[in-house]
């Protein structure tokens, strides 16, 4: 079976451009992303695990292709990353936190309508796909409220349906839970497990700084600290019975493979 994603070697570093380096003509130089390899299996959920400056959306911006590798190269749903960018891009979904992608004087569903037909949508096609979507985040009594009065969960839905629009093989979450109260986080992530995973097959690629909601979504994860992927597995797997607390577990993990971090 081919996997629907695998990367071999992707490194990525980006050149920091201010005043300080224009004037003293030293630029300064991050390393997002060093020699990275991994491999997710169709119906997957593979969580990015590690804190912030870890590499993680600059991995998910790769795979959206909005960002290209510097080195390496991988594959999305069997096409390359490296010149089948507007294919793969009808193969994904990326969902982040980010709410000026939207229009907020406009309804939830004048909203979809906009970007259906940017997925090329018309007519009866667009009604009956938006239509579809709404069903299925469960927001059809919420469609024709502007999106400047949905909750914060209920923005994060229909970020899902706009993703979903184009049925796409693989969803990418980036950092999904970022501003939900516990009560919205549950029903997010019991919706991404049951009804996107167990229900539509789709893939997932799960970015979380959050340890124990990885451990409860994701079916295996690939930690990441400074551009590096330290482990990939399941997340228990990193404990022991001497160590059994994952925060624990995550430290020695991060300590142990580069001593030098703090």
């Known amino acids: 079976m081919v996997p629907a994603i695998e990367l071999q070697n992707i490194s990525k570093t980006f050149t920091e451009r201010n005043w300080k380096t224009f004037l003293f003509r030293k630029p300064r130089y991050t390393k997002a992303l060093d020699d990275v390899s991994l491999t997710v299996q169709k119906g997957e959920v593979m969580g990015l695990l590690g804190p912030n ?26 096409l390359s990353l490296d010149n089948q960018s507007s294919e793969i891009r009808n193969k994904i979904g990326l969902v982040n936190t980010n709410d000026r992608t939207f229009y907020w004087r406009l309804t939830g569903k004048e909203n979809l309508d906009f970007f259906a037909t940017l997925y090329n949508f018309h007519g009866s096609a667009k009604h009956d796909r938006i239509k579809q979507v709404l069903q299925l985040i469960n927001m059809e009594d919420k469609a024709d409220s502007r999106f400047m009065s949905y909750s914060a969960g209920q923005k994060q839905r229909l970020s899902i349906a706009r993703a979903m629009l184009s049925e796409p093989e693989v969803l990418l979450l980036d950092e999904a839970t970022t501003s939900l109260d516990p009560i919205a986080t549950r029903k997010l992530l ?30 295996r994860v690939a930690i990441l600290h400074r551009g590096k992927v330290l482990h990939t597995g399941k997340l228990q797997d990193i404990t022991t019975p001497s160590e059994p607390n994952l925060e624990h577990a995550f430290s020695r993990i991060v300590d142990n493979a580069l001593p030098e971090s703090v």
Do not use: M, R, S, Y
Not at 203 to 218: D, G, K, R, S, V
């Open 190 to 219: 019991d919706f991404t497990k049951k009804t996107l995973v167990q229900k539509n097959h789709k893939t997932i690629i799960w970015c979380t700084h959050n340890l124990h909601e990885a451990n409860e979504i994701c079916d």
């Open 53 to 78: 400056g870890a590499g993680k959306t600059t991995l998910i911006k790769i795979l959206a292709t909005l960002v290209t590798p510097d080195t390496g190269h991988g594959t999305l749903a069997g």
